[in-house]
Protein backbone atom coordinates (compact mmCIF):
# COMPACT_ATOMS: atom_id res chain seq x y z
CA UNK A 1 0.00 0.00 0.00
CA UNK A 2 1.37 3.33 -0.87
CA UNK A 3 0.82 6.91 0.67
CA UNK A 4 1.56 10.15 -0.38
CA UNK A 5 4.63 12.46 2.09
CA UNK A 6 3.07 14.74 4.20
CA UNK A 7 3.01 18.00 3.12
CA UNK A 8 6.21 19.96 2.17
CA UNK A 9 5.90 23.03 -0.27
CA UNK A 10 8.19 24.25 -2.76
CA UNK A 11 7.60 27.41 -3.98
CA UNK A 12 9.65 26.60 -7.49
CA UNK A 13 9.88 30.66 -8.68
CA UNK A 14 6.15 30.68 -10.05
CA UNK A 15 4.68 27.50 -8.43
CA UNK A 16 3.99 25.95 -5.51
CA UNK A 17 5.10 21.97 -5.20
CA UNK A 18 2.94 20.63 -2.30
CA UNK A 19 3.10 17.20 -1.10
CA UNK A 20 0.08 16.67 0.31
CA UNK A 21 -1.20 14.02 2.06
CA UNK A 22 -3.85 11.87 0.44
CA UNK A 23 -6.54 9.71 1.76
CA UNK A 24 -5.23 7.09 4.32
CA UNK A 25 -5.09 3.45 3.81
CA UNK A 26 -8.50 1.61 4.43
CA UNK A 27 -10.35 4.77 3.08
CA UNK A 28 -9.37 7.05 6.03
CA UNK A 29 -10.24 10.55 5.74
CA UNK A 30 -7.05 12.49 4.28
CA UNK A 31 -4.74 14.45 7.12
CA UNK A 32 -5.11 17.96 7.45
CA UNK A 33 -2.17 19.39 5.82
CA UNK A 34 0.05 21.83 7.95
CA UNK A 35 0.55 25.80 6.47
CA UNK A 36 2.80 26.14 3.89
CA UNK A 37 6.96 27.34 5.14
CA UNK A 38 7.10 29.15 2.08
CA UNK A 39 4.81 32.26 3.49
CA UNK A 40 4.74 33.11 7.10
CA UNK A 41 1.33 34.24 7.69
CA UNK A 42 0.20 36.74 10.37
CA UNK A 43 0.13 35.70 14.01
CA UNK A 44 -3.16 34.69 15.32
CA UNK A 45 -3.75 33.22 19.21
CA UNK A 46 -3.75 29.84 17.31
CA UNK A 47 -0.51 30.40 15.23
CA UNK A 48 0.73 31.55 18.80
CA UNK A 49 -0.39 28.65 20.44
CA UNK A 50 1.50 26.23 17.78
CA UNK A 51 4.27 27.67 17.55
CA UNK A 52 4.82 27.23 21.89
CA UNK A 53 4.16 23.71 21.44
CA UNK A 54 7.16 21.61 21.45
CA UNK A 55 8.97 20.84 18.72
CA UNK A 56 10.32 17.43 16.86
CA UNK A 57 13.86 17.01 17.54
CA UNK A 58 16.34 16.91 14.74
CA UNK A 59 17.70 14.02 13.28
CA UNK A 60 21.51 13.14 13.26
CA UNK A 61 23.24 12.89 10.15
CA UNK A 62 23.21 9.49 10.11
CA UNK A 63 19.42 8.47 10.78
CA UNK A 64 18.75 11.34 8.00
CA UNK A 65 20.99 9.95 5.82
CA UNK A 66 19.14 6.63 6.32
CA UNK A 67 15.71 7.73 5.69
CA UNK A 68 17.26 9.07 2.53
CA UNK A 69 18.64 5.95 1.51
CA UNK A 70 15.27 4.17 2.47
CA UNK A 71 13.78 5.92 0.17
CA UNK A 72 16.42 5.84 -2.84
CA UNK A 73 15.38 2.32 -2.48
CA UNK A 74 11.42 2.37 -3.17
CA UNK A 75 10.20 0.38 -5.27
CA UNK A 76 7.45 -0.17 -7.97
CA UNK A 77 8.86 0.76 -10.00
CA UNK A 78 10.12 4.08 -8.42
CA UNK A 79 8.54 7.24 -7.20
CA UNK A 80 5.34 8.79 -9.14
CA UNK A 81 4.36 12.40 -9.74
CA UNK A 82 1.76 13.59 -9.53
CA UNK A 83 0.64 17.10 -10.17
CA UNK A 84 -0.56 20.68 -11.74
CA UNK A 85 1.27 23.56 -13.88
CA UNK A 86 0.68 27.26 -13.82
CA UNK A 87 -0.75 26.79 -16.91
CA UNK A 88 -3.63 24.76 -15.04
CA UNK A 89 -2.55 21.35 -16.68
CA UNK A 90 -2.45 17.90 -15.04
CA UNK A 91 0.76 15.80 -15.78
CA UNK A 92 1.76 12.08 -14.34
CA UNK A 93 4.93 10.77 -14.36
CA UNK A 94 7.86 9.02 -13.35
CA UNK A 95 11.13 11.31 -12.55
CA UNK A 96 14.18 10.37 -15.14
CA UNK A 97 16.47 13.08 -15.60
CA UNK A 98 17.08 16.73 -15.23
CA UNK A 99 18.69 18.69 -17.98
CA UNK A 100 19.28 22.52 -18.86
CA UNK A 101 17.05 23.03 -16.10
CA UNK A 102 13.97 20.58 -17.55
CA UNK A 103 12.49 17.84 -15.09
CA UNK A 104 11.99 14.78 -17.48
CA UNK A 105 9.19 12.57 -16.56
CA UNK A 106 7.83 8.78 -17.74
CA UNK A 107 4.27 8.70 -18.31
CA UNK A 108 2.81 5.03 -17.84
CA UNK A 109 1.80 5.28 -21.62
CA UNK A 110 5.63 5.24 -22.10
CA UNK A 111 5.14 9.11 -22.79
CA UNK A 112 7.57 11.81 -22.11
CA UNK A 113 6.48 14.81 -20.19
CA UNK A 114 8.50 17.75 -20.16
CA UNK A 115 8.27 20.69 -17.35
CA UNK A 116 10.24 23.61 -15.92
CA UNK A 117 10.47 23.46 -12.75
CA UNK A 118 9.03 27.18 -12.13
CA UNK A 119 6.13 26.01 -14.18
CA UNK A 120 4.89 23.37 -11.50
CA UNK A 121 2.38 24.73 -8.79
CA UNK A 122 1.93 21.26 -6.70
CA UNK A 123 2.66 17.69 -6.89
CA UNK A 124 2.40 14.29 -4.71
CA UNK A 125 4.52 11.77 -4.28
CA UNK A 126 3.98 8.55 -3.74
CA UNK A 127 5.68 6.43 -0.93
CA UNK A 128 5.67 3.10 1.43
CA UNK A 129 3.70 3.42 4.13
CA UNK A 130 6.31 2.06 6.56
CA UNK A 131 8.62 4.92 5.51
CA UNK A 132 5.36 7.28 5.51
CA UNK A 133 5.00 6.80 9.02
CA UNK A 134 8.12 7.48 9.87
CA UNK A 135 8.60 10.69 8.04
CA UNK A 136 5.08 11.98 9.81
CA UNK A 137 6.98 11.62 12.92
CA UNK A 138 9.21 14.67 12.18
CA UNK A 139 9.56 18.16 11.72
CA UNK A 140 8.45 19.53 8.19
CA UNK A 141 12.36 20.99 8.12
CA UNK A 142 14.04 17.28 8.31
CA UNK A 143 11.00 16.36 5.72
CA UNK A 144 12.69 19.18 3.67
CA UNK A 145 16.07 18.07 3.62
CA UNK A 146 15.60 14.58 3.52
CA UNK A 147 13.48 14.86 0.30
CA UNK A 148 16.06 17.52 -0.93
CA UNK A 149 18.74 14.38 -0.37
CA UNK A 150 17.09 12.36 -2.29
CA UNK A 151 16.65 14.63 -5.13
CA UNK A 152 20.48 15.25 -5.11
CA UNK A 153 21.39 11.77 -4.88
CA UNK A 154 19.09 11.31 -8.29
CA UNK A 155 20.91 14.32 -9.86
CA UNK A 156 17.67 16.16 -9.97
CA UNK A 157 19.89 19.50 -8.37
CA UNK A 158 18.09 22.07 -9.75
CA UNK A 159 15.01 20.64 -8.07
CA UNK A 160 16.47 19.99 -5.18
CA UNK A 161 17.67 23.92 -5.07
CA UNK A 162 14.48 25.23 -5.97
CA UNK A 163 12.66 23.26 -2.96
CA UNK A 164 15.07 23.94 -0.20
CA UNK A 165 15.07 27.83 -1.22
CA UNK A 166 11.24 28.63 -1.56
CA UNK A 167 9.82 25.80 0.70
CA UNK A 168 12.21 25.64 3.58
CA UNK A 169 13.82 29.67 3.24
CA UNK A 170 10.60 31.15 1.96
CA UNK A 171 12.53 32.44 -1.21
CA UNK A 172 15.24 34.14 1.02
CA UNK A 173 19.20 33.95 1.64
CA UNK A 174 18.95 32.37 5.01
CA UNK A 175 22.43 30.17 4.45
CA UNK A 176 24.41 31.89 8.18
CA UNK A 177 21.05 30.89 10.32
CA UNK A 178 20.69 27.23 8.70
CA UNK A 179 23.95 25.53 7.93
CA UNK A 180 22.40 22.41 6.95
CA UNK A 181 21.48 23.58 3.81
CA UNK A 182 25.39 23.63 2.87
CA UNK A 183 26.27 21.22 4.77
CA UNK A 184 23.62 18.34 3.01
CA UNK A 185 25.79 19.33 -0.47
CA UNK A 186 29.02 18.86 0.56
CA UNK A 187 27.61 15.37 2.47
CA UNK A 188 26.63 14.68 -1.02
CA UNK A 189 30.00 15.66 -2.84
CA UNK A 190 28.09 18.61 -4.97
CA UNK A 191 28.63 22.02 -5.59
CA UNK A 192 27.13 24.77 -3.62
CA UNK A 193 24.74 26.56 -5.42
CA UNK A 194 25.23 30.46 -5.35
CA UNK A 195 22.29 30.65 -2.84
CA UNK A 196 23.39 28.97 -0.22
CA UNK A 197 26.69 30.80 -0.34
CA UNK A 198 28.17 29.09 -3.32
CA UNK A 199 31.16 30.31 -6.20
CA UNK A 200 28.93 33.00 -7.84
CA UNK A 201 28.18 32.49 -11.95
CA UNK A 202 30.47 34.51 -13.80
CA UNK A 203 29.10 38.40 -14.54
CA UNK A 204 26.90 37.83 -11.07
CA UNK A 205 27.90 40.30 -8.31
CA UNK A 206 25.61 38.98 -5.78
CA UNK A 207 23.26 35.88 -4.92
CA UNK A 208 20.12 37.79 -5.04
CA UNK A 209 20.40 38.56 -8.65
CA UNK A 210 19.75 35.03 -8.89
CA UNK A 211 16.36 35.01 -6.64
CA UNK A 212 13.15 33.98 -8.56
CA UNK A 213 11.89 36.11 -10.86
CA UNK A 214 8.28 34.81 -11.28
CA UNK A 215 5.80 35.26 -8.28
CA UNK A 216 4.78 31.43 -6.66
CA UNK A 217 0.96 30.80 -7.32
CA UNK A 218 -1.13 27.65 -5.85
CA UNK A 219 -3.84 25.82 -6.86
CA UNK A 220 -6.38 28.07 -5.34
CA UNK A 221 -4.77 31.27 -7.17
CA UNK A 222 -5.15 29.19 -10.64
CA UNK A 223 -8.96 28.06 -9.64
CA UNK A 224 -10.00 32.00 -8.52
CA UNK A 225 -8.38 33.55 -11.53
CA UNK A 226 -10.54 31.07 -14.08
CA UNK A 227 -13.71 31.71 -12.29
CA UNK A 228 -12.52 35.55 -12.59
CA UNK A 229 -11.68 35.02 -16.62
CA UNK A 230 -15.12 33.10 -16.90
CA UNK A 231 -16.88 36.06 -15.01
CA UNK A 232 -15.30 38.91 -17.74
CA UNK A 233 -16.32 36.39 -20.58
CA UNK A 234 -19.85 36.04 -19.74
CA UNK A 235 -20.03 39.49 -19.67
CA UNK A 236 -17.97 39.98 -22.80
CA UNK A 237 -20.42 37.47 -24.71
CA UNK A 238 -23.79 39.45 -23.47
CA UNK A 239 -21.82 42.97 -24.98
CA UNK A 240 -20.66 41.60 -28.02
CA UNK A 241 -22.17 37.98 -28.73
CA UNK A 242 -20.08 36.50 -31.42
CA UNK A 243 -17.52 36.67 -29.01
CA UNK A 244 -15.11 33.18 -29.37
CA UNK A 245 -12.40 31.76 -27.67
CA UNK A 246 -9.22 30.79 -29.23
CA UNK A 247 -6.10 29.60 -26.77
CA UNK A 248 -2.44 29.02 -27.34
CA UNK A 249 -0.20 28.30 -24.64
CA UNK A 250 0.71 31.21 -22.68
CA UNK A 251 -2.50 33.17 -23.47
CA UNK A 252 -6.39 32.65 -24.06
CA UNK A 253 -7.91 35.04 -25.73
CA UNK A 254 -11.81 35.94 -25.88
CA UNK A 255 -12.57 37.32 -29.58
CA UNK A 256 -15.18 39.76 -31.04
CA UNK A 257 -13.07 39.69 -34.15
CA UNK A 258 -14.14 37.18 -37.25
CA UNK A 259 -13.29 33.83 -37.17
CA UNK A 260 -11.40 33.74 -40.58
CA UNK A 261 -8.48 36.39 -38.56
CA UNK A 262 -7.84 34.05 -35.81
CA UNK A 263 -4.68 32.23 -37.24
CA UNK A 264 -2.99 35.85 -38.25
CA UNK A 265 -3.83 36.77 -34.66
CA UNK A 266 -2.52 33.62 -33.03
CA UNK A 267 0.36 33.47 -35.02
CA UNK A 268 1.45 37.03 -33.44
CA UNK A 269 0.47 35.95 -29.88
CA UNK A 270 3.12 32.82 -30.43
CA UNK A 271 6.16 35.31 -31.43
CA UNK A 272 5.10 37.55 -28.41
CA UNK A 273 5.92 35.81 -25.64
CA UNK A 274 9.44 34.50 -26.03
CA UNK A 275 10.57 38.04 -27.73
CA UNK A 276 9.06 39.83 -24.18
CA UNK A 277 11.14 36.90 -22.30
CA UNK A 278 14.40 37.54 -24.38
CA UNK A 279 14.36 40.84 -23.26
CA UNK A 280 14.33 39.89 -19.47
CA UNK A 281 17.19 37.52 -20.54
CA UNK A 282 14.50 34.86 -19.55
CA UNK A 283 13.83 31.61 -20.10
CA UNK A 284 10.41 31.18 -22.32
CA UNK A 285 9.82 27.67 -21.39
CA UNK A 286 8.60 29.73 -17.68
CA UNK A 287 5.22 30.64 -17.40
CA UNK A 288 5.29 34.29 -15.74
CA UNK A 289 0.89 34.69 -14.70
CA UNK A 290 -1.09 32.39 -12.62
CA UNK A 291 -2.61 30.67 -15.42
CA UNK A 292 -2.79 31.62 -19.25
CA UNK A 293 -3.02 35.31 -19.55
CA UNK A 294 -6.69 36.51 -20.59
CA UNK A 295 -7.34 39.01 -23.31
CA UNK A 296 -10.46 40.38 -24.16
CA UNK A 297 -10.67 41.68 -27.72
CA UNK A 298 -13.18 43.98 -28.85
CA UNK A 299 -14.22 45.08 -33.07
CA UNK A 300 -16.21 48.25 -31.89
CA UNK A 301 -14.97 51.04 -29.54
CA UNK A 302 -19.02 51.17 -28.28
CA UNK A 303 -18.13 47.76 -26.78
CA UNK A 304 -14.95 48.04 -25.94
CA UNK A 305 -16.08 51.17 -23.67
CA UNK A 306 -19.16 49.58 -22.39
CA UNK A 307 -17.55 46.66 -21.34
CA UNK A 308 -14.45 48.48 -19.81
CA UNK A 309 -16.47 50.73 -17.50
CA UNK A 310 -19.23 48.22 -16.45
CA UNK A 311 -17.28 44.78 -16.03
CA UNK A 312 -13.82 46.87 -15.34
CA UNK A 313 -14.71 49.76 -13.82
CA UNK A 314 -12.47 51.26 -15.95
CA UNK A 315 -13.14 54.58 -17.78
CA UNK A 316 -9.82 55.81 -20.23
CA UNK A 317 -9.23 57.35 -23.34
CA UNK A 318 -7.17 54.52 -23.96
CA UNK A 319 -6.91 52.11 -26.73
CA UNK A 320 -6.33 49.30 -24.53
CA UNK A 321 -5.01 48.34 -20.85
CA UNK A 322 -3.85 46.07 -18.67
CA UNK A 323 -5.29 45.71 -15.47
CA UNK A 324 -4.59 43.38 -12.53
CA UNK A 325 -6.81 42.08 -9.11
CA UNK A 326 -4.77 40.32 -6.75
CA UNK A 327 -3.32 37.33 -8.90
CA UNK A 328 -5.19 37.61 -11.43
CA UNK A 329 -3.94 39.69 -14.63
CA UNK A 330 -5.80 40.51 -18.02
CA UNK A 331 -6.15 42.93 -20.94
CA UNK A 332 -8.85 44.49 -22.55
CA UNK A 333 -8.51 45.64 -26.08
CA UNK A 334 -10.35 48.22 -28.36
CA UNK A 335 -10.79 48.72 -31.93
CA UNK A 336 -8.43 48.91 -34.65
CA UNK A 337 -10.23 48.81 -37.29
CA UNK A 338 -10.47 52.57 -38.09
CA UNK A 339 -11.01 54.74 -40.72
CA UNK A 340 -8.67 54.99 -43.33
CA UNK A 341 -6.74 51.60 -42.25
CA UNK A 342 -6.52 48.98 -44.31
CA UNK A 343 -7.30 45.37 -42.87
CA UNK A 344 -3.00 44.50 -43.00
CA UNK A 345 -2.47 48.29 -41.19
CA UNK A 346 -5.34 47.01 -38.49
CA UNK A 347 -3.11 44.07 -37.86
CA UNK A 348 -0.25 45.95 -37.20
CA UNK A 349 -1.39 48.21 -35.12
CA UNK A 350 -3.00 45.22 -33.28
CA UNK A 351 0.54 43.49 -32.86
CA UNK A 352 1.49 46.79 -31.76
CA UNK A 353 -1.17 47.67 -28.91
CA UNK A 354 -0.80 43.70 -27.64
CA UNK A 355 2.61 43.48 -27.50
CA UNK A 356 2.71 47.29 -25.34
CA UNK A 357 -0.40 46.02 -23.09
CA UNK A 358 1.16 42.20 -22.40
CA UNK A 359 4.55 44.11 -21.86
CA UNK A 360 3.02 45.74 -18.87
CA UNK A 361 0.93 42.40 -17.88
CA UNK A 362 4.55 40.74 -17.49
CA UNK A 363 6.26 43.37 -15.46
CA UNK A 364 3.54 43.14 -12.89
CA UNK A 365 4.39 39.57 -12.57
CA UNK A 366 8.49 40.13 -12.94
CA UNK A 367 9.68 39.56 -9.26
CA UNK A 368 6.60 40.24 -7.65
CA UNK A 369 3.64 42.84 -7.91
CA UNK A 370 5.27 46.05 -6.88
CA UNK A 371 4.92 48.68 -9.80
CA UNK A 372 7.81 50.37 -11.35
CA UNK A 373 8.08 54.18 -12.71
CA UNK A 374 5.68 55.48 -15.22
CA UNK A 375 9.00 56.39 -17.41
CA UNK A 376 10.30 52.68 -16.93
CA UNK A 377 6.63 51.05 -17.48
CA UNK A 378 5.80 52.88 -20.69
CA UNK A 379 9.75 52.93 -21.99
CA UNK A 380 9.57 48.86 -21.42
CA UNK A 381 6.28 48.68 -23.26
CA UNK A 382 7.54 50.15 -25.78
CA UNK A 383 10.26 48.38 -26.65
CA UNK A 384 8.90 45.57 -26.81
CA UNK A 385 6.01 46.35 -29.70
CA UNK A 386 8.55 48.35 -31.73
CA UNK A 387 10.33 44.87 -31.91
CA UNK A 388 6.79 42.87 -32.95
CA UNK A 389 5.65 45.69 -34.62
CA UNK A 390 8.40 47.46 -36.30
CA UNK A 391 6.15 49.19 -39.04
CA UNK A 392 4.15 50.81 -36.04
CA UNK A 393 4.08 54.13 -34.30
CA UNK A 394 6.63 53.21 -31.76
CA UNK A 395 9.64 54.35 -33.38
CA UNK A 396 7.68 57.79 -34.83
CA UNK A 397 6.96 58.78 -31.56
CA UNK A 398 10.81 58.34 -30.81
CA UNK A 399 11.70 60.37 -33.59
CA UNK A 400 9.47 63.22 -32.59
CA UNK A 401 10.92 62.75 -28.97
CA UNK A 402 14.16 63.05 -30.31
CA UNK A 403 13.03 66.12 -33.18
CA UNK A 404 11.87 67.62 -29.53
CA UNK A 405 15.14 67.77 -28.28
CA UNK A 406 17.18 69.12 -31.31
CA UNK A 407 14.25 71.86 -31.63
CA UNK A 408 15.21 72.86 -27.75
CA UNK A 409 12.98 70.67 -25.43
CA UNK A 410 14.47 69.93 -22.24
CA UNK A 411 12.57 67.03 -20.32
CA UNK A 412 13.67 67.74 -16.57
CA UNK A 413 13.18 65.72 -13.17
CA UNK A 414 9.76 65.41 -12.76
CA UNK A 415 9.74 63.21 -15.52
CA UNK A 416 11.25 60.56 -13.42
CA UNK A 417 8.14 60.58 -11.33
CA UNK A 418 5.14 62.29 -12.57
CA UNK A 419 3.10 59.84 -15.13
CA UNK A 420 4.23 59.63 -18.92
CA UNK A 421 1.69 62.38 -20.52
CA UNK A 422 -0.41 61.23 -23.26
CA UNK A 423 -1.84 64.17 -24.84
CA UNK A 424 1.50 65.08 -26.25
CA UNK A 425 0.81 63.47 -29.46
CA UNK A 426 2.95 60.70 -28.29
CA UNK A 427 6.58 62.49 -27.17
CA UNK A 428 6.66 61.68 -23.95
CA UNK A 429 6.06 58.04 -24.69
CA UNK A 430 9.28 58.42 -27.55
CA UNK A 431 10.92 59.89 -24.41
CA UNK A 432 10.17 57.02 -22.56
CA UNK A 433 11.18 54.11 -25.00
CA UNK A 434 14.54 56.37 -25.94
CA UNK A 435 15.54 56.43 -22.13
CA UNK A 436 15.36 53.00 -21.48
CA UNK A 437 17.27 51.94 -24.42
CA UNK A 438 19.98 54.45 -23.75
CA UNK A 439 20.29 52.83 -20.16
CA UNK A 440 19.73 49.18 -21.92
CA UNK A 441 22.56 50.18 -24.20
CA UNK A 442 24.96 51.20 -21.65
CA UNK A 443 24.77 48.55 -19.80
CA UNK A 444 21.84 45.70 -20.10
CA UNK A 445 22.55 43.55 -16.93
CA UNK A 446 22.57 46.71 -15.08
CA UNK A 447 19.44 47.80 -16.48
CA UNK A 448 17.43 44.67 -15.91
CA UNK A 449 19.31 44.99 -12.16
CA UNK A 450 17.45 48.63 -12.13
CA UNK A 451 14.53 46.67 -12.14
CA UNK A 452 15.55 44.29 -9.95
CA UNK A 453 16.10 46.81 -7.48
CA UNK A 454 12.74 48.70 -7.92
CA UNK A 455 10.86 46.16 -7.72
CA UNK A 456 12.52 44.90 -4.20
CA UNK A 457 11.59 48.54 -3.05
CA UNK A 458 14.69 50.39 -3.14
CA UNK A 459 14.28 53.85 -3.99
CA UNK A 460 14.79 54.66 -7.59
CA UNK A 461 17.87 57.38 -7.61
CA UNK A 462 19.58 56.07 -5.39
CA UNK A 463 19.88 52.51 -7.68
CA UNK A 464 20.49 54.77 -10.64
CA UNK A 465 23.60 55.97 -8.51
CA UNK A 466 24.43 52.61 -7.49
CA UNK A 467 24.65 51.28 -10.83
CA UNK A 468 25.17 53.58 -13.55
CA UNK A 469 27.10 56.25 -11.12
CA UNK A 470 24.40 59.13 -11.95
CA UNK A 471 21.27 60.65 -10.68
CA UNK A 472 18.37 61.66 -12.32
CA UNK A 473 20.01 65.29 -13.27
CA UNK A 474 23.14 63.78 -14.66
CA UNK A 475 21.14 60.85 -16.85
CA UNK A 476 18.96 63.57 -18.08
CA UNK A 477 22.16 65.28 -19.37
CA UNK A 478 23.88 62.26 -20.93
CA UNK A 479 20.66 61.12 -22.06
CA UNK A 480 19.97 64.39 -24.33
CA UNK A 481 23.59 65.02 -25.11
CA UNK A 482 23.67 61.69 -26.44
CA UNK A 483 20.72 62.12 -28.79
CA UNK A 484 21.96 65.44 -29.84
CA UNK A 485 25.18 63.05 -30.89
CA UNK A 486 27.20 64.85 -28.19
CA UNK A 487 29.28 63.45 -25.98
Not at 241 to 268: N, Q
Not at 340 to 363: K, N, P, V, Y
Amino acid sequence: MKRHLPLICLILLTGVIAFPVSAARNKKPAAKPTKPLARKPKTTPAAAAAESAPKKPALSKEKRDALIEELKATKNPTITIKGLSNTFVEFEGTPYREGGGLLYLRTPKKKTITLYPTNIVEIKITVPDALQTKLDALSQEEQTLILAGWMLDRYLLKFAEYHLLNSFLGGKLHTTKYPPIAALYKEKKRAIPPLFGGKLPRGVTSAEELLPRIMPTTRAILEENKKQEMAYATQMKAIAPLTHRVETDHFVIYSAWAKKDDAVLVKIYNRLYPLICKQYLMDSREHIWAGKLPIYAFWTMERFQKFSKDACGVNLAAAGFAAQRGHFNYIVLGPVMRNGLTRAQAQIWFAELLSHETSHAFLSRYHGHRSVPSWLNEGLAEIVASILSPRGNTIRKMGLAHDAIRKGKRFNTSFFTERVALDDNGVSYGAAQSLARYLAKRDMKGFLKLVLEIKKGSDVEKSLKDIYKMDYQALLIAWQKAVLGRR
